[in-house]
Every structure is written in C-alpha cells, then in structure tokens.
C-alpha cells in the first residue's frame, strides 16, 4: 500500500500485513518532516499523472526535458569570492564541494554535485550563479527541494542558506577569496 505524508507530498511503501493486523487505520510519522500519516485499511490513494503539457524543446542539446535554462549571458561567476556547498547531514556528511560554474546541477550520478542518497533524483536541483545574485531551483525532482522545510521550486540563496534534497541538510557558502 502506499501512502503519501500530507505536508511534505512523499510517498511510502508500508506492509499492509505488518500494520493492519489488528487496526483497521494507523497513524505514522513521515521520516521525512515529521508529520503524522494516517492510512486506513484497502484505502489506497490514487497517484493521477498529471496532466501532459505541450513544450518546445530547449535549443541547448543538455537540456533535460522541461527544464527552464537561464540565458548564458545572464550567468556570471562573482569576483572574489568563493563558492561552495557543504553537506551538514546525510550519507556524504562534512563533504565540501566547491562551485566553478554558474550553472551547478546536484543529484546523483553524472551531476555537477554527485550525493550518495536514495532519495535524490537523478537530476534533482540546481544553483543558478548570476554574479552575486544566487538561485536553488528544483529540477521537478520526485521528492523535492526544501528551504526551512517549506517546498519550493525555485528561491533565493544567501550566504549559510541551509537547504534540504532528499535526506541530506546542504548548506550554501560565500566566502571571500584572499588569492584572486
């Protein structure tokens, strides 16, 4: 059966067999946020798909299908300063990774940022670098992108922004660059 959390969207697998023994409805914790779950017995939701929508297809061949791409010439790595990302808690926790492109994609294999969890999409953020104007924009991942556990598609990033994917804590880091 699964079951979704009402305030995060996450969906779970639970063992009908091993929770509605003796209750015909459960209460549960989402892992993931922390609110509680309830599922009663036979009564599983329905995920529709939603719906198809027309695109054109980016002209840059990199693209992934339904992404939004920022104008080249609007991205710009700051001067004198230095960008990076450290991973406070999750499976890569005290790595630090640091930012050299104004377009960063985080996820799993193949990715600018590469974070050993489970619960990260293939492709599942990115940071955008407009100078010294920051940007986390989710990349329709499945479990979502969280700043101060609120969902969110894209937002503002500023120095020390703490920010959720899956179940790793990130935190996004500008510090001044004595060597350029």
Do not use: W
Not at 3 to 12: A, G, H, I, L
């Amino acid at each position: 059966m699964i079951v979704e959390c009402p305030k995060c969207s996450k969906k779970y697998k639970i063992d009908e067999e091993k929770y509605f023994k003796e209750k015909d409805e459960v209460s549960l914790k989402c892992p993931s946020c922390g609110e509680i779950i309830k599922a009663k017995k036979g009564e599983e939701k329905k995920f529709a798909s939603p719906p198809t929508q027309k695109f054109k297809m980016p002209d840059n061949l990199n693209a992934q299908k339904g992404e939004d791409i920022p104008d080249a010439e609007l991205l710009a790595m700051p001067n004198n300063l230095r960008i990076s990302v450290a991973v406070l808690s999750g499976n890569d926790a005290g790595a630090v990774f640091q930012i050299r492109e104004p377009l960063t994609v985080i996820g799993r294999a193949g990715c600018d940022i590469v974070l050993n969890d489970p619960e990260i999409s293939r492709r599942h953020a990115r940071i955008e670098i407009r100078d010294t104007s920051y940007t986390l924009r989710d990349l329709k991942s499945t479990n979502g992108t969280y700043i101060n556990e609120q969902h969110i598609q894209a937002a503002p990033l500023e120095n020390r922004t703490e920010f959720r994917i899956g179940s790793t804590i990130l935190m996004f880091l500008t510090t001044k660059d004595e060597f350029s």
